[in-house]
């Protein structure tokens, strides 16, 4: 298990045990966290999972695919957006924070 952080837009954080190689954006989903909508289900064709990765994360970089739905998709996209379905847990990222946007997609 991995702890997850996941903070709304108005600095409510939300901290969630997931288990190591669920995503993200599962993660959340399981857990109620409110606005990671998800409506592909993690088939990478809606960006509403979109997130902020607070720095210092070790994740890989974002694939060819997460990078052009970024591009096309994601509202107020940034430098450390990515989709949480693309991140899978590891113990390594034990304390991830993620901030869900404003608005998603």
């Not at 190591?20 to 088939?43: H, K, Y």
Request: glycine share 6%; with cysteine.
């Amino acid at each position: 298990m991995a702890t997850i952080v996941y903070v709304s837009p108005d600095d409510v954080r939300h901290e969630v045990e997931v288990p190591v190689g669920m995503t993200v954006m599962s993660g959340a989903l399981q857990n109620n966290v409110p606005g990671i909508d998800a409506e592909c289900g993690g088939c990478l064709s809606c960006a509403t999972c979109h997130v902020y990765v607070d720095g210092g994360a070790d994740l890989p970089p974002p694939s060819k695919d997460e990078a052009e739905m970024l591009d096309a998709v994601a509202a107020s996209r940034r430098p450390e957006s990515r989709l949480s379905c693309q991140i899978v847990v590891t113990q390594s990222i034990d304390r991830l924070i993620v901030r869900i946007p404003e608005t998603q997609s």
